[in-house]
C-alpha cells in the first residue's frame, strides 16, 4: 500500500484523518479499485482516491457542490455527475462506495443504504463516515445551534456576532450545499441497525475525533493543529462512544 499524501485543500486533523481511514480501507481492495462517492461534496475524497490511481464516479444532488468540485480537482481518473445513489444502474457495479458525512443530512438514509446492495461489487466495501448522534458535538453545538437557527431568538443572534468576530464564516470545506442541516443523529447502535436492515455488518468501528470542535476547545484548537490531532488520539483512546464521529466499514452479510 502507498504512503499517504495529502493531496486535497483539507488542513484540519479530523478531515485529514477521515480521509486516511478511507483511503487505506480502499487501499487494501485490488487495485485500480472502481469507486463510487455518494454525497461528494466539494470533491475532495474522490480527487484523493482517483490520485491513488483508483476510477472514481462522483456523484452529488446539489448542482452548485458539483461546479465547484469540478473547479477544485480534474482527474482523468474522476468524473462527476449531478445524481443520486438510487439512479445508478444495478448494471453498474462498484468496488467500494464512500459514503462520507451525508447519512445525516437525509431524511430516509435508510432508501440510500437499500440502493447500495444493488451497485456494489461482490466482495466490496461500503466506507461510512457519520457524527455520533449523541456525541460531544452534536449535543452541545450541532443541535443548540440547529434549535436557536430555527427559532431566530436572541441566542441565535448572539451565536451569529459572536462567531463573526471569531472569524468563522458559516461557509465549510466539505460542500457549497447552502443546507446542511443535521435531521439524523445516529449512535452505534442506530448505525449498526441501519447496516443490518438491508444486509449489510460493520466489520470496523473506529472513532473521529473528541472535543475539539466543542466550545470553547474549538476556538483553542482552530489555530493549533497539534492540539487537532492530540484530540484525535484522545478519541482513540476512550469509548467510541463518546467520541464526536464515526468512521466505518460495512460488509455483506
Known amino acids: 500500500m502507498q504512503k499517504f499524501t495529502n493531496r486535497t485543500q483539507y488542513r484540519q486533523a479530523e478531515d485529514i484523518k477521515r480521509l486516511k481511514f478511507i483511503c487505506r480501507r480502499i487501499g487494501q481492495l485490488p487495485q485500480p479499485a472502481k469507486i463510487l462517492d455518494v454525497g461528494c461534496g466539494n470533491g475532495h475524497i474522490g480527487y484523493q482516491l482517483a490520485s491513488e490511481g483508483n476510477n472514481v464516479l ?3 444532488l446539489s448542482p452548485e457542490t458539483i461546479e465547484r468540485a469540478r473547479a477544485n480537482y480534474q482527474h482523468p481518473n474522476l468524473r462527476y455527475e449531478v445524481r443520486s445513489a438510487e439512479n445508478i ?3 453498474e457495479k462498484f468496488d467500494a462506495i464512500v459514503c462520507s458525512e451525508v447519512l445525516e443530512h437525509l431524511y430516509d438514509p435508510s432508501q440510500v443504504v437499500k440502493s447500495f446492495d444493488g451497485i456494489l461489487a461482490t466482495g466490496g466495501i461500503i466506507v461510512v463516515t457519520v457524527p455520533n448522534g449523541k456525541g460531544p458535538r452534536e449535543a452541545l453545538v450541532t443541535r443548540p445551534a440547529q434549535e436557536a437557527m430555527k427559532k431566530k431568538n436572541f ?3 448572539m451565536m451569529t456576532s459572536v462567531k463573526r468576530m471569531l472569524g468563522y464564516s458559516g461557509n465549510t470545506v466539505h460542500s457549497s450545499n447552502p443546507d446542511l442541516e443535521h435531521v439524523q443523529f445516529f449512535s452505534k447502535k442506530d448505525l449498526r441497525q441501519l447496516a443490518d436492515k ?9 472513532a473521529a475525533n473528541f472535543l475539539e470542535k466543542v466550545f470553547p476547545f474549538s476556538i483553542i484548537c482552530r489555530f493549533f493543529v497539534t492540539l487537532q490531532w492530540f484530540d484525535c488520539w484522545m478519541a482513540d483512546i476512550i469509548p467510541v462512544t463518546w467520541a464526536s464521529g464515526f468512521n466505518t466499514v460495512w460488509k455483506r452479510k
Open 58 to 60: 462522483s456523484i452529488d
Open 89 to 91: 444502474p444495478e448494471n
Open 198 to 206: 438491508h444486509g449489510f455488518q460493520i466489520t470496523e468501528f473506529t
Open 155 to 157: 441566542r441565535y443572534k
